[in-house]
């Protein structure tokens, strides 16, 4: 059943009716990223809300009864939802939304301070609805802050693979990052759209409602989440610490071939990594068709990543490979699912870099921290009004706060917003937001959406090709540093 419509915004929103100044006709609002953690933002996730949300007839007579009769008890009185405003959008236009969306193509990595989205009412008699569906459009912070979390971090496992490992190992970065990340998310609706985002970038995913989701709202042409039979501890500890010899020896003959990722810290990971994988299996795991992934799963990451390379290399050998790097044989790889994020990442690689240890031994799980540790700050989004049309006029729409810092001083406020009606436009390889009727460049800010109607569609395919185009220039362009 779909969900009501005229429940989703905030409470507020639905006295402004009234608290608009007589005679308003037109609100024109736009969506940026205002600053953050980082430099540029991968815009993706409209689809999913125009899909889900607002193509079509919107809401029902239903859904308006529904809708008083909440808004009576939430407010304790009656004059503030007007049944009448939702009813003349039934009558007039079938229950389609009059307004126009316009947003960058999905999977661009833009620059923050720049407009990703403009909405604005195509009916006069419906200025209200262009704020009144902030609420549920500002929700594209997420996927985009996901989105936007996965591509830095690409952009971290590019530079170390170019610095460290072999130019054929590079096939295997679609599959460094993977997302462990349902279980530590709020909801399955954050599940599937989080999850999507990361697959923007990345292909390692045991979020499997997410490759649905690209598939039912980016009608994605093939599956783009994929994983491993991996163990877990209830597998791992079934017999006990005295048996864990015996179920080491069954998952191997489990999967005979093929990648198998094992959890080897329910007792003494350095303990398993040198007399059970690395002696008592060695053998075994050196004729398998397929690698042996190791995953130690507690203790500091980066200490603990050392002493497990060190005892892989003793036990199980190694080559050196033609940037100098130690790589263990291809029946051995080692991952790292626990404590990662977006500062541990680099790090992590730093120090193998430095002790002469390649990045194509390692690949990584992260679960919280890339679904869930993000909020709508993480990237400083807003949606703003920057132009409206009172009583026949046109008002270019601004807020310039003034905010005193930590010394007691007056500043002019990162939150100052943009007048106007905008354009995205590309200038000297770069994206400038500027006034509609500046420059003669052409709008990047593609119509999406029109009075109920998707008007342009991107498959997941696009998304990605997009991204990765993305994250080509921003590696010429010598940004693939670590974050600090």
Excluded at 98 to 108: C, F, L, N, R
Excluded at 173 to 192: T, W, Y
Excluded at 195 to 208: C, I, K, P, Q, Y
């Amino acid at each position: 059943m779909k969900t009501n419509l005229l429940l989703l915004a905030d409470a507020y929103k639905y006295s402004h009716h009234k608290l608009y100044y007589p005679g308003t006709t037109t609100i024109y609002s736009y969506l940026e990223s205002r600053g953050g953690l980082f430099d540029n933002t991968v815009f993706y996730g409209l689809q999913y809300y125009l899909k889900e949300y607002l193509q079509g007839p919107a809401f029902t007579k239903e859904d308006i009864d529904e809708a008083e009769e909440l808004m009576r008890g939430v407010f304790g009185r009656s004059d503030v939802f007007k049944r009448s405003n939702f009813e003349y959008i039934l009558k007039q236009h079938g229950g389609h939304l009059p307004v126009k969306i316009k947003a960058v193509a999905e999977g661009t990595s833009v620059p923050v301070h720049q407009a990703l989205m403009t909405i604005e009412n195509t009916d006069p008699a419906c200025f209200w609805l262009t704020n009144f569906l902030e609420t549920l459009l500002m929700q594209v912070w997420y996927p985009s802050t996901v989105a936007t979390l996965s591509f830095e971090m690409k952009k971290i496992v590019e530079k170390y693979f170019e610095l460290t490992s072999d130019d054929d190992a590079r096939s295997a970065i679609n599959f460094v990052l993977n997302d462990f990340g349902f279980r530590g998310v709020s909801s399955v609706e954050s599940a599937g759209l989080g999850g999507s985002a990361h697959l923007v970038n990345f292909m390692g995913s045991d979020t499997v409602y997410a490759s649905r989701v690209a598939q039912k709202y980016y009608n994605a042409k093939q599956v783009y989440g994929m994983s491993v039979p991996a163990t877990e501890h209830s597998i791992m500890t079934l017999l006990g610490q005295a048996g864990e010899k015996e179920v080491f020896g069954h998952v191997l003959e489990a999967y005979p071939e093929g990648i198998l990722s094992c959890v080897s810290d329910s007792y003494n990971i350095f303990n398993a990594v040198e007399n059970l994988w690395g002696e008592m299996f060695r053998d075994q795991i050196l004729n398998r068709k397929g690698a042996l992934v190791i995953r130690p799963d507690s203790g500091d990451p980066i200490q603990t990543l050392l002493k497990v390379f060190d005892i892989l290399f003793d036990k199980f050998g190694f080559t050196v490979n033609s940037k100098g790097y130690r790589m263990l044989p291809p029946q051995v790889r080692v991952i790292q699912g626990d404590g990662v994020d977006h500062e541990s990442i680099p790090a992590i690689y730093e120090t193998l870099k430095s002790k002469g240890i390649a990045a194509a031994n390692l690949v990584l799980g992260m679960g919280g921290a890339l679904l869930q540790k993000v909020n709508r700050d993480t990237q400083k989004f807003a949606l703003k009004c920057s132009y409206a049309e009172v009583n026949g006029k046109p008002v270019h729409v601004k807020k310039a706060p003034m905010e005193m810092n930590a010394e007691g001083e007056m500043i002019p406020s990162f939150k100052t917003s943009k007048a106007g009606k905008l354009k995205l436009v590309m200038e000297e390889g770069t994206f400038k937001t500027m006034a509609l009727d500046a420059s003669h460049l052409p709008d990047q800010l593609e119509t999406v959406f029109e009075n109920g109607s998707l008007t342009r569609e991107h498959t997941f395919e696009q998304v990605r090709e997009r991204a990765e185009h993305s994250l080509a220039n921003a590696l010429k362009k010598n940004q693939a540093l670590p974050i600090n």
